[in-house]
């Protein structure tokens, strides 16, 4: 048994564990470091001792953990390359943590017993294209430099996190590493009467598609069907799109092509209440991202039991699982999801036997088996 098993079986010291994320200003990586501390806190709150390294420790809101605050980190590349390789070492000197967990993406460079990196960033395996480039070109500038982003230190970490097998795969065959474990992420709990089943000669129908404008989200894909189900008389329905259409360029170049269709709701950004309300109400959940580390609207459109089209790639057959409503569409083929859609109004869709995929080992099927794995409070 080393000294330190010896000093926290006897209660002397506490388990010191430091999460940096820097980055986490919003949207899904922030999920994941609110989902992360949460959770050590609930499972081992007396016996650890947590410093969480943020951008603004307000958007957190975790009570019994030590925050460090780096508001430059989102000011511009140079603070956040020198709080990851250069600051981070010597505060590791000063804190003496047992475990390092960044949930940054980057490896820092740190003096820790145990290292992880969680990976959320998936510029370097999206396929981009030019038009991709000219809406979003932070996208494009990181799909040709986070992946030697991702490879520095990479060997210095007891695991490199990610959440789905297919990603796993990439960043073995990238990185040539054989440590990289995966972990689901938590799947939010929905209280109360949230399940409304399909009302049998519906004459009317609401698609629901929760994202937000980012290219890679691929709303041109769901547009283009719905002009095909116009075409061919079909109107009896509406698509709810979670943007307003000023939020950048890429949304702006939608709502210009195709906001004066009124089957196309654009309602704007909604609140997560609002969110599951939308997905109580409506007849059926749409999710044609390109790439995702996990695919949250899938997950949440089976937790409220709702028949889901989801478009074909890797990522949203991982997420889907073995569920029984879901129907998949050709990435590359807006007939496919309008044929699919077509279908389903007129109760004649006829939905897609999928197969559950086990991730290999290591695999955390949630995060204490993740903190496990770290050997937290071990």
Known sequence: MSNHSKKFKYGIMKQKIVVSAINSFGGGVLSVVQDCLQEMIDMYGNTIEITA????????????????????????????????????????????????LSLADATPRVIAPVQAVYCHNLAPFYKITRKDAQFDPVLAIYHFIFK????????????????????????????????????????????????????????HFTFFYPSIPRVFKNFELITEAVKIL???????????????????????????????????KFVGELSRKQVFEFYKQSDAVIFSSKTETWGM??????????????????????????YNKIKFFNP??????????????????????????????????????????LGMNS
């Open 297 to 322: 609207g899938i997950s949440e459109g089976m937790t409220f039991q709702k028949p889901i089209f989801a478009i074909d790639f890797p990522y949203a057959r991982e997420t889907a699982g073995n």
């Open 53 to 100: 390294l943020i951008y603004n420790k307000s958007m957190v809101g975790i009570e019994g953990i030590t925050y460090l605050e780096f508001p430059k980190a989102r000011s511009n590349w140079y603070w956040r390359l020198y709080y990851e390789y250069v600051y981070f070492y010597q505060l590791s000197k000063d804190i003496k943590p047992d475990i390092w």
């Open 332 to 373: 590359n083929s807006p007939d496919s999801l309008a044929n699919n859609l077509d279908k389903f109004i007129k109760n004649r869709l006829e939905y897609d036997k999928n197969e559950a995929i086990i991730p290999t080992y290591p695999f955390a099927k949630d995060w204490r088996e993740l903190f496990d794995y």
């Open 148 to 203: 030697y982003i991702y490879q520095i230190n990479i060997r210095k970490n007891k695991f490199v996190i990610v959440q789905q097998q297919w990603l796993k795969e990439e960043f073995e065959q990238l990185f040539e590493i054989n440590n990289v474990l995966v972990a689901y992420p938590k799947i939010t709990a929905l209280t109360g009467d949230l399940k409304e089943e399909i009302k049998p000669n519906k004459n």
């Open 230 to 264: 116009l075409s061919e008389n079909i109107s009896n329905f509406e698509m709810v799109f979670t943007f307003s259409g000023t939020e950048n360029k890429y949304a702006q170049s939608i709502y210009k092509e195709y906001g004066h269709i009124k089957q196309i």
